[in-house]
């Protein structure tokens, strides 16, 4: 478990200008709530929308969240390199556009991807340079808790992101930072600074 008093871990202490950030880390640990108060209160950072086979939840809008599609239409993206990633979890494909982020990049300009720990080291092997930060629980209690605690999911299923979510914290010292997720203003405003931190010859977005 992290160090809530640490707040960044890269391997020289200093954060590295990101042209593209990936936010990962157990499912539960809120990467979602972050990325929701990013999309609301940062209009200027530009989110990738993924795929996913799973069933949108009350109040998900189709292209807003995830674009959904079915399994064979997933499966086709994937195989056609349509994908700079993809992961199954808890039953339910998961993946990430490519040509939207590589646009991103090209035009030299920040972007962020949510993505599971799978996700993060494809992105890793695809994007040298992205910055992968993880999202750590306070607790691990907490994040038991938090993943009981959510009604939309029946009871097997969150088994099944209890049982993701042990592998998914052993992968911490993978990624370049971890941020612990005590306050999702907090997060949401260092993720962002982050983010926007460019070297001296490029302007902020
Ligand atoms: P949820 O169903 O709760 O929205 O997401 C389940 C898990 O899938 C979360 O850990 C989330 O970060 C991850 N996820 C969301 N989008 C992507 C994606 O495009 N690729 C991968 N690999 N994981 C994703």
């Given at each position: 478990m992290a160090d809530p008093a640490a707040t960044t871990g890269s391997p020289d202490g200093v954060p590295v200008p990101a042209g593209l950030t990936v936010l990962s880390g157990p499912?539960?640990?809120?990467k979602s709530t972050v990325v929701q108060a990013i999309r609301r209160n940062c209009p200027h950072v530009w989110l990738s929308v993924s795929v996913t086979t799973r069933q949108p939840r009350p109040g998900e809008i189709p292209g807003r969240e995830y674009f959904f599609v079915g399994e064979r239409e997933f499966e086709e993206m994937a195989a056609s390199g349509q994908l700079l990633e993809w992961a199954r979890f808890a039953g339910n494909y998961y993946g990430t556009p490519r040509e939207p982020v590589a646009q991103r990049l090209e035009a030299g300009r920040p972007g962020l991807l949510e993505v599971d720990v799978v996700g993060a080291r494809q992105v890793r092997l695809a994007v040298p340079d992205a910055l992968l930060v993880f999202l750590a629980p306070p607790t691990w209690e907490e994040l038991v808790r938090r993943l009981t605690g959510r009604?939309?999911?029946p009871p097997d299923v969150i088994e099944q992101r209890l049982e993701a979510a042990r592998a998914e914290l052993?992968?911490?010292?993978?990624?370049?930072i971890t941020l612990v997720n005590t306050s999702v203003k907090d997060v949401c405003a260092q993720l962002v600074a982050l983010m926007t931190a460019?070297?001296?010859?490029q302007p902020a977005e």
């Open positions: 499912s539960g640990v809120g009604e939309t999911e052993r992968a911490e010292s993978e990624f370049d460019q070297p001296a010859d």
